[in-house]
């Protein structure tokens, strides 16, 4: 099946550092979305990107759009020990009905005080 | 708004019996609900499609027979794992998608143990 490339797998950072994940694709998707997965719960969506090139914010989150459809990243500004899990990538290929998503990989966050 | 819960949050059976765990939208109604498995760090697997009024849409390799769907209002979906057994075992997660778009809320999960 179609597949999302996330990367990089996992980050170990220090507190306030910034940090960067994305997701690219062979095929082209009509939406991005981003969630974060914290252990033992279900993911919490951050953010939405339903445009070629958008560029959304929620709090020290930023995510785009990219301007090809084919991927998307997500950048996570001074970061604090709460961002600690598990962030996840999901797109909707274009085509698709009834917003079936396809994830990627996750990529762990590992924050150091 | 757009939250999801799941019941049971945690549960341990023996091999051979049944499972039936809850998803329901609390806050508004979701024609479309899906089932997810998921292994230890690892990404969400997704098992079916469930839509209200109508036969669940399984992904290939899924077992329709074992892992019974049903979606019979538009806030609540349950999955039954029938004959459960070790294999079985693993974190399940529904959710639900906000009409007329992309965007799925997830339930808590259900850690299911089997015995």
């Known amino acids: 099946g179609q597949q999302l490339n996330q990367s990089p797998q996992s980050m170990f950072i220090q507190e306030g550092e910034d940090v960067s994940m994305n997701c690219t694709s062979s095929s082209i998707f009509n939406t991005w979305l981003w969630y974060k997965q914290e252990p033992g719960e279900g993911p919490v969506l951050l953010i939405a990107l339903y445009k070629a090139g958008e560029l959304t914010s929620n709090g020290r989150l930023t995510a785009q759009f990219g301007i090809t459809r084919k991927d998307s990243f997500l950048n996570i500004s001074a970061s604090i020990p709460s961002d600690v899990g598990i962030y996840f990538c999901a797109g909707q290929l274009r085509g698709t009905s009834y917003g079936k998503l396809t994830f990627g990989q996750g990529t762990i966050l590992t924050v150091h005080p | 708004g757009a939250v999801v819960s799941q019941h049971p949050s945690r549960v341990i059976c023996k091999s051979g019996t049944s499972v039936k765990i809850e998803c329901r939208s609390l806050d508004f109604q979701a024609t479309t609900m899906f089932w997810y498995r998921q292994f230890p760090k690892q990404s969400l697997m997704l098992m079916a499609t469930?839509?209200?009024?109508?036969?669940?849409?399984?992904e290939q390799g899924v077992e329709k027979d074992k892992f019974l769907i049903n979606h019979a209002s538009l806030t609540l979906s349950t999955l039954t794992v029938t004959s459960a057994h070790p294999e079985d075992s693993s974190f399940y997660i529904c959710s639900a998608r906000v009409g007329g778009t992309s965007e799925q809320f997830f339930g808590p999960g259900t850690r299911l143990t089997v015995l």
């Open positions: 469930s839509n209200e009024g109508s036969k669940a849409t399984y």
